[in-house]
């Protein structure tokens, strides 16, 4: 039987907690956006104040009308530049998430989960596969055990990583294109906005998989940090940190920013797959999480660049765990199918641009005009 799922109604997006670590995200799952840009509460002293003023001095303002008043624009990507950061951030994952559809297969012979994202057609809806993830068997997962044995002993030079990446990990990634929060706010909005959309999808996956964590398998695991209370394939970590990734590789060689756009680009895989290897070290995932997580996660970045800038480009995979893959950055960028590993790539496919996404990445863009 299949089941088909979407994000249509988005009628509310509670529970989420931290995603990937835990610890970023809150009930709204829209992370480290939730109340940015609001005014804080008036306190009891000037509040009195503000109504003695209001009071005092309004009859010099004299009748109510306003004939000059004029209407915002209409359903206006301008008016984001209006709206504090949490309200945008609603917007953007809305907009990803409605687009978004899933089917699950649960039989005997197999168990499965589809990611599809609708493209354009003149007619009919249609929606395209992006991300297929077989379950792995409990089989695979204790073969996976030992995998992971031969990473616990990182946990020492690790563990200041561990610990600073159970969020979020942004500041790695502002540490390598030079990021500052003032002059790349919408850079930071715009990687933020990835992330807390890379969580949601993962979750998807993760939740119909239902996949046991390292410690409910093995007792010698132990893990240093807790255990996240949601299911181990795909990792949401490597989720987050690819997607990003891919986003910034694209963005360093959209704009004549950057002299050493390969060194760059090398970078920021090589610190996606730390994170997400950091998160086998700490206890709570396996090798395959972080394949199936970094393969979801590109595909996650494509679609988000494709939400910016139209276009091609995203490419499909299913992915079929094996039970001795361990996880190489090497073995994951070329991007074609791998059978050792499990992977086939299903083809490529575009969609057409967002406004709303659109504006956030020229906003983005601008902020490195002055730098070049």
């Known amino acids: 039987m299949g089941e088909l799922g979407g994000m249509g109604g988005m009628g509310g997006m509670g529970g989420m907690g931290g995603m990937g670590g835990m610890g970023n995200l809150t009930a709204t799952g829209l992370g480290s956006f939730l109340g940015a840009g609001a005014d804080p509460v008036y306190d009891p002293v000037l509040l009195q104040g503000?109504?003695?003023?209001?009071?005092?001095?309004?009859?010099?303002?004299?009748?109510?009308?306003?004939p000059d008043a004029k209407p915002l624009d209409f359903d206006s990507a301008n008016n984001l530049e209006l709206w504090a950061e949490w309200v945008r951030a609603s917007l953007y994952l809305t907009n990803f998430?409605?687009?978004?559809?899933?089917t699950v297969i649960n039989?005997?012979?197999?168990?499965?989960?589809?990611?599809?994202?609708?493209?354009?057609?003149?007619?009919?809806?249609?929606?395209?596969?992006?991300?297929?993830?077989?379950?792995?068997?409990?089989?695979?997962?204790?073969?996976?055990?030992?995998?992971?044995?031969?990473?616990?002993?990182?946990?020492?030079?690790?563990?200041?990583?561990?610990?600073?990446?159970?969020?979020?990990?942004?500041?790695?990634?502002?540490?390598?294109?030079g990021l500052q929060a003032s002059p790349n706010r919408h850079t930071l909005e715009l990687i933020t906005a990835t992330q807390v959309i890379a969580a949601h999808v993962a979750m998807v996956a993760k939740h119909h998989l239902a996949c046991r964590?390292?410690?409910?398998?093995?007792?010698?695991?132990?893990?240093?940090?807790?255990?996240?209370?949601?299911?181990?394939?795909?990792?949401?970590h490597a989720v987050e940190a690819f997607a990003v990734a891919e986003l910034l590789k694209r963005l360093v060689a959209y704009v004549p920013h950057y002299p050493d756009v390969d060194k760059?680009?090398?970078?920021?895989?090589?610190?996606?797959?730390?994170?997400?290897?950091?998160?086998?070290?700490?206890?709570?995932?396996?090798?395959i999480d972080i394949w199936a997580g970094a393969l979801l996660g590109r595909a996650v970045g494509q679609l988000v660049i494709a939400k910016c800038l139209g276009?091609?480009?995203?490419?499909?995979?299913?992915?079929?765990?094996?039970?001795?893959?361990?996880?190489f950055i090497d073995r994951f960028k070329p991007g074609e199918t791998d059978p050792d590993y499990g992977i086939t790539k299903t083809g490529s496919f575009g969609i057409v641009p967002s406004r709303k996404f659109r504006w956030l990445w020229g906003k983005a863009v601008g902020e490195f005009a002055l730098h070049q």
């Open 50 to 66: 503000l109504q003695i003023t209001e009071q005092a001095i309004t009859h010099v303002a004299g009748d109510w009308d306003s």
């Open 311 to 327: 276009g091609s480009g995203i490419d499909g995979y299913a992915y079929d765990a094996k039970e001795n893959s361990d996880f």
């Open 213 to 236: 964590r390292p410690d409910r398998i093995g007792a010698k695991v132990m893990p240093i940090i807790p255990t996240p209370a949601h299911a181990t394939f795909p990792a949401a």
């Open 107 to 177: 039989n005997k012979k197999e168990k499965s989960v589809t990611l599809s994202y609708r493209i354009p057609q003149k007619k009919n809806v249609a929606y395209t596969p992006f991300f297929k993830a077989k379950r792995p068997s409990m089989h695979v997962f204790n073969c996976q055990l030992k995998l992971l044995r031969a990473y616990l002993d990182q946990r020492p030079d690790r563990t200041a990583e561990i610990i600073t990446q159970l969020g979020f990990p942004t500041p790695y990634f502002m540490m390598i294109l």
């Open 97 to 102: 998430m409605r687009d978004l559809h899933w």
């Open 264 to 287: 760059r680009q090398a970078l920021l895989d090589k610190l996606a797959e730390r994170i997400s290897i950091s998160r086998v070290v700490a206890g709570v995932h396996f090798p």
